[in-house]
């Protein structure tokens, strides 16, 4: 599970059968961007082996001419069309939960989906890759952040630079009490967060207007030596199944506190 770097960003709303049409396009166009990429990878350099024998070839130049502006264009297709080439598992992420809570949903309320495909390196501590709001059919409202918390060891070898990552997920859940309601106050010395297979209970707090979750994945390790990136150690990174997960262990310790106002 290797995160992937793409200048992406991305912000969906509407009704639950129209964001996830949208995920499913988003989908589409990354397998078709994937196919692409390899016919281009293999057009570069055929095209570049081309050019240099065309430059060898002094009798035909036009060889050379060719196949260089072959390997020009094919090199503006690659950049116009890269940044469609997404992580899978942010989109999964997304798409499994909204499938797994479509019949909680209240139907006359839009959902907001925030997905950020920049890989971690490039975003702030607090930036969250994935954020969901939405209603659930008994009015409490809910919202998921999913964040990537890391940090970056470098070392100067001999003829490249190892770079060590180690990095830690968190999942925030929020829930609000339908409107005119509040949690009760006596709920929050009986709140007793429940983990998941995946993720461990950092906090929870419970006040009138909000009961808020917070979840972590086991700290991992991503190198970078002489063979490139090694990622062998970030199969704990939140998913789908991990995300539901977390949804159904905070709502069950919100309920078995007896908060009350619909949960």
């Not at 990429?37 to 430059?55: D, H, N, P, Q, Y």
């Not at 090199?75 to 992420?93: N, P, Q, S, Y």
Request: glycine share 8%; aromatic share 6%.
């Amino acid at each position: 599970m290797a995160p992937r770097d793409a200048n992406k960003r991305v912000a969906l709303r509407g009704t639950h059968a129209e964001v996830i049409a949208r995920c499913d396009a988003l989908h589409a166009t990354d397998k078709r961007t994937e196919a692409w990429k390899t016919v281009l990878i293999v057009g570069l350099v055929l095209s570049g082996v081309g050019a240099v024998i065309g430059l060898g070839l002094k009798t035909q130049p036009v060889v050379a001419v060719v196949c260089s502006v072959v390997l020009v264009t094919l090199a503006i297709v690659w950049f116009a069309i890269r940044h469609h080439d997404i992580e899978d598992r942010k989109l999964e992420t997304a798409a499994t939960l909204l499938r797994a809570l479509g019949t909680e949903l209240d139907v006359g309320r839009p959902i907001e989906l925030d997905l950020d495909f920049r890989i971690y390196s490039k975003t702030q501590p607090t930036d969250a890759w994935m954020a969901v709001r939405l209603m659930l059919e008994n009015g409490v409202g809910l919202e998921l952040r999913v964040t990537t918390r890391f940090k970056r060891k470098s070392r100067s070898k001999r003829k490249y630079t190892k770079i060590k990552d180690r990095l830690q997920e968190l999942v925030t859940i929020t829930y609000t009490p339908p409107k005119g309601k509040a949690f009760g106050a006596d709920a929050a010395a009986r709140l007793r967060p429940v983990g998941t297979p995946t993720l461990w209970p950092r906090a929870a707090r419970l006040a009138p207007r909000a009961a808020t979750f917070v979840y972590a994945t086991a700290p991992m390790v991503r190198l970078r030596a002489r063979g490139g990136w090694q990622n062998g150690m970030l199969g704990g990174l939140v998913d789908g199944r991990a995300a539901v997960a977390a949804v159904i262990a905070s709502y069950g310790a919100l309920s078995a506190a007896g908060a009350g106002a619909g949960a």
